[in-house]
């Protein structure tokens, strides 16, 4: 690969807008069919329901932590080589890109009893998350020269991606007038998977005593886990219909599951929380996995003048290059397996409290036992994580919820997560006769100009309801 | 009634799908210009007394001494479109007790020299010489066709007719370091 191509995928790579996972205006929404997915045992009040297949869910987030796009391409007649340093010398090895995509290919859901609601169906998820390592990429685009004794970290490498097919089924159960649980059952197939992480080692350049300077590796612990990426020759081709076409239908294959609940502390107070994909995919086809691990050191080639005057012109014997080369391979081999492995989810956490005034309403249909008073308002407070390579990332939410009517609601949210503190998010949903609808995004006040915006995320889907 | 209710749904999605964007303009990408620049210990050698004395005839070795070897393929197209300038240093430590000159030549196949140095010249005692060296490569075509480094050392003869003495450890400890500027 050329030098430049390597630095405009660096540079798509940072500058990507990136999003979370959180769709924190979705959570606990006027009971809508898609909130079982963030909440197993949210409550339903509906006989039966069917998501328009691929419309019922559609989610995008993208979101980087320090870069926006128009941090590098905004057509201001400035230099983009300054641009790209002066982005790359923000950004730090904490700062990430994050992708998620979801679309549901088959939603619907239908109730068994007054105390059961039985949901099923199909999604694919695409995700991604990668860490800017910053040394890797300071150091190929300045070199070692500039900066003879910085070390690199080769730690900083960390990503992990894949495109995965779940197939679902959860049932939502009244216990009792207070508290509703819900549980799911998934079945994941992955199609593509890449990771790296848990990599060590070092390399410097520092004033050496045989030669001037000594470079060295040392630690070397590099491991990439791969599945469906790399061919035969070992390098990467990824058909895209291969990865869409196998999602369902892939050999590697994992189970999970989700559970949550909703609990009302009084009629108007109400507490949820929700625990999902807790699960793996044992990886075993098409696999390829990487490993360099080792210590080398260099200073130079000795030349060795030897002690007859004769041989002091002896013709050149050595390759001097293709000895380092092979003594690099030796000291640090690469390894290339097929062996299987686990790879754990994401796992995510919601919780929220949830304070109901205003106006009350009767309920509105025969399931509810009528303990949950229906009010036209709604404030509260919402908690999210999910496990990632680095850290756990949080995102807490203060919402308003208003309904306008039995069939039209609308969440008001303010989100502060790693990307910003000044998330606006809107989402409304409306149901005309058994059309449902919903459509929801975050950082509003960016959409005026999403180049400037740090993440976006947009959801929004199609169902038919059947009260 | 209805179409009232309709509004704001259809109002929102008007709004999520047409946010404008400010002009922004990926060609730019192709106007990066990458200087990355590394630098690299390259060849290093120690000589000692013994090497300057022939003890057969017991006589110093005063016609120099060198050692041609391989040199980084400068050929390729990588370093023909890459390669901007080549900076190499110089660090030699002389213990003996007399001063040495030393060349520095690149030669091609045919053993043509391409390219050279100028003489530097290594006082008796001096333990911190140092020397900077830099070729521009891009459009130095010569200079590309050079595949050997060729090392001459010479013995400068004694002022006072002392001859050095094999049995006694000196050394001439000689290193070097290339720093490579490119443009990618």
Same mark, same amino acid.
């Given at each position: 690969? !050329?030098?430049?191509?390597?630095?405009?995928?660096?540079?798509?790579?940072?500058?990507?807008? +990136?999003? +979370?996972?959180?769709?924190?205006?979705?959570?606990?929404?006027?009971?809508?069919? %898609?909130?079982?997915?963030?909440?197993?045992?949210?409550?339903? !009040?509906?006989?039966?329901?069917?998501?328009?297949?691929?419309?019922?869910?559609?989610?995008?987030?993208?979101? $980087?932590?320090? /870069?926006?796009?128009?941090?590098?391409?905004? @057509?201001?007649?400035? +230099?983009?080589?300054?641009?790209?340093?002066?982005?790359?010398?923000?950004?730090?090895?904490?700062?990430?890109?994050?992708?998620?995509?979801?679309?549901?290919?088959?939603?619907?859901?239908?109730?068994?009893?007054?105390?059961?609601?039985?949901?099923?169906?199909?999604?694919?998820?695409?995700?991604?998350?990668?860490?800017?390592?910053?040394?890797?990429? $300071?150091?190929?685009?300045?070199? %070692?020269?500039?900066?003879?004794?910085?070390?690199?970290?080769?730690?900083?490498?960390?990503?992990?991606?894949?495109?995965?097919?779940?197939?679902?089924?959860?049932?939502?159960?009244?216990?009792?007038?207070?508290?509703?649980?819900?549980?799911?059952?998934?079945?994941?197939?992955?199609?593509?998977?890449?990771?790296?992480?848990?990599?060590?080692?070092?390399?410097?350049?520092?004033?050496?005593?045989? !030669?001037?300077?000594?470079?060295?590796?040392?630690?070397? #612990?590099?491991?990439?886990?791969?599945?469906?990426?790399?061919?035969?020759?070992?390098?990467?081709?990824?058909?895209?219909?291969?990865?869409?076409?196998?999602?369902?239908?892939?050999?590697?294959?994992?189970?999970?599951?989700?559970?949550?609940?909703?609990?009302?502390? &009084?009629?108007?107070?109400?507490?949820?929380?929700?625990?999902?994909?807790?699960?793996?995919?044992?990886?075993?086809?098409?696999?390829?996995?990487? $490993?360099?691990?080792?210590?080398?050191?260099?200073?130079?080639?000795?030349?060795?003048?030897?002690?007859?005057?004769?041989?002091?012109? $002896?013709?050149?014997?050595?390759?001097?290059?293709?000895?380092?080369?092979?003594?690099?391979?030796?000291?640090?081999?690469?390894?290339?397996? &097929? #062996?299987?492995?686990?790879?754990?989810?994401?796992?995510?956490?919601?919780?929220?409290?949830?304070?109901?005034?205003?106006? @009350?309403?009767?309920?509105?249909?025969?399931?509810?036992?009528?303990?949950?008073?229906?009010?036209?308002?709604?404030?509260?407070?919402?908690?999210?994580?999910?496990?990632?390579?680095?850290? &756990?990332?949080?995102? /807490? &939410?203060?919402?308003?919820?208003?309904?306008?009517?039995?069939?039209?609601? @609308?969440?008001?949210?303010?989100?502060?997560?790693?990307?910003?503190?000044?998330?606006?998010?809107?989402?409304? +949903?409306?149901?005309?006769?058994?059309?449902?609808?919903?459509?929801?995004?975050?950082?509003?006040?960016?959409?005026?100009?999403?180049?400037? @915006?740090?993440?976006?995320?947009?959801?929004?889907?199609?169902?038919?309801?059947?009260? | 009634?209805?179409?009232?209710?309709?509004?704001?749904?259809?109002?929102?999605?008007?709004?999520?799908?047409?946010?404008?964007?400010?002009?922004?303009?990926?060609?730019?990408?192709?106007?990066?210009? =990458?200087?990355?620049?590394?630098?690299?210990?390259?060849?290093?050698?120690?000589?000692?007394?013994?090497?300057?004395?022939?003890?057969?005839?017991?006589?110093? =070795?005063?016609?120099?001494?060198?050692?041609?070897?391989?040199?980084?393929? *400068?050929?390729?197209?990588?370093?023909?479109?890459?390669?901007?300038? *080549?900076?190499?240093?110089?660090?030699?430590?002389?213990?003996?007790?007399?001063?040495?000159?030393?060349?520095?030549?690149?030669?091609?196949?045919?053993?043509?020299?391409?390219?050279?140095?100028?003489?530097?010249?290594?006082?008796?005692?001096?333990?911190?010489?140092?020397?900077?060296?830099?070729?521009?490569?891009?459009?130095?075509?010569?200079?590309?066709?050079?595949?050997?480094?060729?090392?001459?050392?010479?013995?400068?003869?004694?002022?006072?007719?002392?001859?050095?003495?094999?049995?006694?450890?000196?050394?001439?400890?000689?290193?070097?370091?290339?720093?490579?500027?490119?443009?990618?």
């Amino acid at each position: 690969m !050329n030098f430049r191509k390597l630095f405009i995928i660096l540079g798509l790579f940072i500058c990507t807008v +990136s999003y +979370s996972q959180n769709k924190q205006i979705l959570y606990g929404f006027a009971e809508m069919p %898609n909130t079982l997915m963030l909440n197993p045992g949210a409550e339903t !009040n509906f006989k039966y329901h069917a998501g328009i297949p691929f419309l019922s869910g559609l989610s995008l987030n993208i979101g $980087s932590s320090e /870069a926006t796009i128009s941090d590098l391409f905004l @057509a201001d007649n400035s +230099s983009f080589t300054l641009k790209f340093k002066n982005l790359i010398g923000k950004l730090t090895e904490r700062d990430f890109l994050d992708l998620n995509t979801k679309v549901e290919i088959l939603n619907a859901g239908y109730r068994l009893n007054e105390k059961m609601y039985l949901s099923f169906g199909l999604y694919q998820e695409i995700d991604f998350i990668g860490y800017y390592p910053d040394d890797i990429v $300071s150091s190929l685009f300045y070199g %070692n020269g500039t900066n003879v004794d910085k070390t690199i970290y080769f730690s900083q490498l960390k990503f992990r991606g894949d495109v995965i097919g779940v197939i679902h089924a959860g049932l939502s159960y009244k216990v009792n007038k207070k508290l509703n649980i819900g549980g799911r059952f998934k079945i994941y197939s992955g199609s593509l998977y890449m990771s790296s992480k848990n990599n060590s080692g070092t390399f410097s350049t520092i004033k050496g005593d045989n !030669n001037i300077y000594k470079s060295y590796l040392s630690n070397i #612990n590099i491991n990439f886990n791969t599945s469906g990426l790399l061919d035969d020759n070992n390098r990467i081709n990824v058909g895209v219909k291969d990865v869409i076409g196998n999602t369902f239908l892939s050999k590697n294959i994992g189970v999970g599951f989700d559970l949550g609940f909703t609990y009302h502390y &009084t009629p108007q107070v109400e507490f949820t929380g929700s625990i999902l994909d807790v699960g793996f995919i044992s990886y075993s086809k098409n696999v390829k996995n990487l $490993s360099l691990v080792g210590n080398h050191q260099f200073d130079g080639v000795e030349v060795q003048f030897d002690g007859n005057n004769t041989d002091y012109w $002896s013709p050149i014997n050595k390759d001097y290059l293709a000895e380092l080369d092979s003594e690099f391979k030796a000291n640090i081999p690469r390894e290339i397996t &097929t #062996n299987s492995f686990i790879s754990w989810r994401p796992i995510k956490f919601n919780g929220a409290v949830r304070y109901s005034f205003g106006r @009350a309403r009767t309920n509105k249909e025969c399931y509810d036992e009528t303990y949950k008073e229906y009010y036209n308002n709604s404030v509260g407070f919402q908690l999210y994580a999910i496990t990632r390579p680095l850290s &756990t990332q949080i995102a /807490a &939410t203060m919402f308003f919820e208003k309904s306008i009517g039995e069939k039209f609601s @609308a969440k008001f949210t303010y989100t502060a997560n790693d990307y910003s503190m000044s998330n606006i998010g809107v989402g409304v +949903s409306t149901q005309i006769g058994i059309f449902q609808m919903y459509g929801m995004v975050d950082n509003v006040f960016k959409l005026s100009d999403l180049t400037e @915006a740090k993440s976006a995320s947009l959801q929004f889907g199609f169902n038919l309801i059947f009260d | 009634m209805k179409n009232i209710r309709k509004t704001p749904i259809f109002l929102i999605f008007i709004f999520l799908f047409s946010s404008c964007v400010k002009y922004v303009d990926f060609e730019q990408i192709e106007d990066l210009t =990458v200087e990355p620049v590394f630098t690299s210990s390259l060849v290093y050698f120690t000589l000692d007394q013994v090497t300057f004395f022939d003890r057969i005839n017991s006589v110093e =070795v005063i016609t120099p001494i060198s050692k041609t070897s391989k040199f980084l393929s *400068l050929n390729s197209s990588f370093v023909k479109n890459n390669l901007i300038k *080549l900076e190499l240093e110089f660090e030699i430590s002389n213990q003996f007790d007399r001063d040495f000159t030393i060349n520095v030549e690149f030669l091609d196949d045919n053993n043509t020299r391409t390219h050279r140095f100028n003489t530097f010249n290594v006082d008796a005692n001096n333990l911190n010489y140092a020397q900077k060296e830099v070729i521009n490569i891009i459009n130095n075509q010569l200079f590309l066709s050079s595949t050997k480094i060729r090392v001459s050392v010479q013995l400068s003869p004694s002022n006072n007719g002392a001859v050095i003495n094999p049995n006694v450890v000196k050394n001439l400890v000689f290193k070097t370091a290339g720093t490579f500027f490119l443009k990618l």
